[in-house]
């Protein structure tokens, strides 16, 4: 079966500093792979989605970026950490056809000091 | 902008009884819907799926949709207390893009 791993399950950086988050998919081959934001009691923001490796397409034009280095990890980025990047950040993945489900992985809890 | 509604409630209900979520979406051709649980704190978790209008039954959810109405529902059967949690109900639409509505927090009182 399908497995997704995202780490770390929370984490604290100041104002300023750099970002790193990783998501992993085991059990599938070319996945198509997102990354969303959650702000506290708001909707799922679509960040990035990958269709294959090096491929990235962003939604939403802000500091933090995205990369495909492998079939199935996905890593955000950031170089400098804004307040308003606190937030529940999800990795999810689903089949490469067209109209399937994503599934999500445990997330990371981001709070910026 | 494609959009998909839920009422943000909370929606309360006894224990027992049904629980009965709405959404409706503006993307006619949508094709593909589906609910999510997420309880505080967590990960959205996949529920159901539904593809054509109709009912779709698995063990106490029903999925329901109607595409003339643009209206998809999901009724949960004898509520319980671990059932309260936000649902979030999602569709792709003519962009292939998965596209989610801000949630209905239910709350289900023993």
């Known amino acids: 079966s399908q497995t997704i791993h995202q780490w770390p399950a929370t984490l604290v950086q100041p104002v300023g500093s750099p970002l790193s988050l990783e998501c992993t998919v085991e059990?599938?081959?070319?996945?198509?792979l997102y990354w969303y934001r959650q702000a506290a009691g708001r909707g799922l923001q679509l960040l990035f989605y990958?269709?294959?490796?090096?491929?990235i397409s962003s939604e939403v034009p802000q500091n933090l970026s995205a990369s495909r280095p492998q079939d199935r990890q996905f890593i955000l980025s950031s170089k400098k950490l804004l307040l308003s990047d606190s937030g529940f950040y999800l990795c999810?993945?689903?089949?490469?056809?067209?109209?399937?489900?994503?599934?999500f992985g445990d997330g990371t809890r981001l709070s910026i000091l | 902008q494609k959009e998909v509604e839920q009422n943000s409630g909370p929606l309360s209900v006894p224990e027992g009884a049904i629980a009965s979520l709405n959404c409706t979406y503006s993307?006619?051709?949508?094709?593909?819907f589906f609910w999510y649980r997420q309880y505080s704190g967590k990960s959205p978790e996949l529920i159901m799926s539904?593809?054509?209008?109709g009912d779709k039954e698995d063990g106490r959810f029903t999925a329901q949709l109607n595409k003339a109405s643009q209206y998809v529902s999901l009724l949960i059967r004898d509520s319980q207390p671990s059932d309260s949690a936000t649902y979030l109900c999602?569709?792709?639409?003519?962009?292939?893009?998965?596209?989610f509505g801000g949630g209905t927090r239910l709350m289900v009182k023993p």
């Open positions: 539904i593809y054509s209008n």
């Open positions: 999602a569709d792709y639409n003519a962009g292939n893009m998965l596209t």
């Open positions: 999810a993945w689903s089949v490469s056809d067209n109209n399937q489900p994503q599934h």
């Open positions: 993307d006619r051709v949508s094709q593909s």
């Open positions: 990958s269709v294959g490796i090096g491929q």
């Open positions: 059990g599938t081959s070319n996945p198509n």
